[in-house]
């Protein structure tokens, strides 16, 4: 009669210590990437966005305005924070910077900094780093092609492994070359 007390013990401690355990933290549901918009010309160091990029960071609030956004990435240059302004102020959020070095594993920084996150993640970076950043959260044998300079309507989602490429915007004003996307 004393092994039923014992397992209803047993099962009750079993019960506490999963209740109590922390819960595993979920990736996000979706990834969506974007370059920067168009950027000025001066000064050369730091630019901010042109009028026209403005306007492609007011389109990109629009376009996922719907979308559920929970979170924002940038990295600390002006054009990659006035790019995602619009759309962390309609959202109410307040974007996560990222620092953007030469020499440091920035793609697996941010890679890291969005599987932490759950719900929808905006990341918005640079040319040759959100091709990186996608593919590396999708799982991809190899990294894709950087995005040419002239490209800024590309909108990345990645979702369960899988990549999709979108547009957004105006479209890009240059077809793509050969070494790029």
């Known amino acids: ?12 401690l079993a019960a506490c210590l999963l209740l109590g355990a922390p819960a595993a933290r979920a990736e996000p549901e979706l990834v969506l990437l974007v370059r920067h918009a168009e950027r000025a010309a001066e000064p050369k160091q730091d630019p901010a966005l042109s009028p026209a990029g403005q306007a492609r960071a ?27 302004a619009p759309l962390a102020e309609r959202r109410g959020i307040v974007p996560r910077t990222i620092e953007a070095r030469r020499g440091s594993d920035h793609v697996g920084e941010v890679v890291a900094a969005v599987r932490a996150q759950s719900g929808v993640v905006l990341v918005v970076g640079h040319a040759n780093t959100v091709p990186q950043i996608a593919a590396a959260l999708a799982g991809s044998a190899g990294p894709l092609r950087d995005f040419c300079e002239s490209s800024y309507a590309q909108l990345l989602a990645v979702q369960g492994g899988h990549l999709l490429r979108l547009r957004y915007g105006e479209p890009d004003s240059a077809a793509p070359q050969d070494n790029c996307q």
């Open 58 to 84: 007011r389109e990109l609030a629009e376009a996922l305005a719907d979308a559920g956004v929970t979170a924002i990435l940038t990295t600390q240059y002006q054009r990659t924070r006035q790019t995602a």
């Open 1 to 12: 009669m004393k092994t039923r007390p014992m397992k209803r013990r047993a099962a009750l």
